[in-house]
């Protein structure tokens, strides 16, 4: 994999856990959410859900900041849900217009965030009653 790919592809994922450059700029860096990861994690083992975590390298980091951002935060109980619902219909387009290497380090990494947001669904249904 060529640099400016490899640089393209970091950058594609740092915008889409802050919510971008004006986000990165205008209000700092998200501090990650490990306790409510925990949650999720502790909730996904006593249900069964399987979640590959190695799949990502970062996956815990990545799971932890996603928790600690607006949605995850509001005093509007439907925010996690439609966030997650709109990241899966994101992914699944992404993926599905994906015409790439199917071997692809960036395949693959959308894969694991389709994997872990489907898994997340059902735990923000039962602790946010959304």
Same mark, same amino acid.
């Given at each position: 994999?060529?640099?400016? #790919?490899?640089?393209?592809?970091?950058?594609?994922?740092? #915008? #889409?856990? $802050? /919510? !971008?450059?004006?986000?990165?700029? #205008? &209000? /700092?860096?998200?501090?990650?959410?490990?306790?409510?990861?925990? *949650?999720?994690?502790?909730?996904?083992? @006593?249900?069964? $859900?399987?979640?590959?975590?190695?799949?990502?390298?970062?996956?815990?980091?990545?799971?932890?900041?996603? %928790?600690?951002?607006?949605? %995850?935060?509001?005093?509007?109980?439907? *925010?996690?849900?439609?966030?997650?619902?709109?990241?899966?219909? @994101?992914? &699944?387009?992404?993926? !599905?217009? %994906?015409? !790439?290497?199917?071997?692809?380090? &960036?395949?693959?990494?959308?894969?694991?965030?389709? &994997?872990?947001?489907?898994?997340?669904?059902?735990?923000?249904?039962?602790?946010?009653?959304?």
């Amino acid at each position: 994999m060529k640099k400016s #790919e490899l640089r393209k592809i970091i950058r594609e994922n740092i #915008e #889409e856990m $802050v /919510g !971008g450059k004006k986000y990165l700029s #205008e &209000q /700092g860096p998200i501090q990650p959410n490990y306790q409510m990861l925990s *949650q999720f994690a502790s909730w996904a083992q @006593q249900n069964n $859900v399987t979640i590959d975590w190695r799949c990502m390298p970062t996956i815990r980091t990545w799971l932890a900041t996603i %928790f600690s951002l607006a949605p %995850f935060n509001s005093t509007n109980p439907n *925010q996690p849900c439609q966030f997650i619902n709109n990241k899966i219909n @994101q992914l &699944q387009t992404w993926i !599905g217009n %994906f015409t !790439g290497n199917p071997n692809s380090i &960036q395949l693959a990494q959308k894969q694991c965030k389709l &994997q872990a947001f489907q898994a997340m669904l059902p735990w923000a249904q039962a602790t946010f009653n959304c």
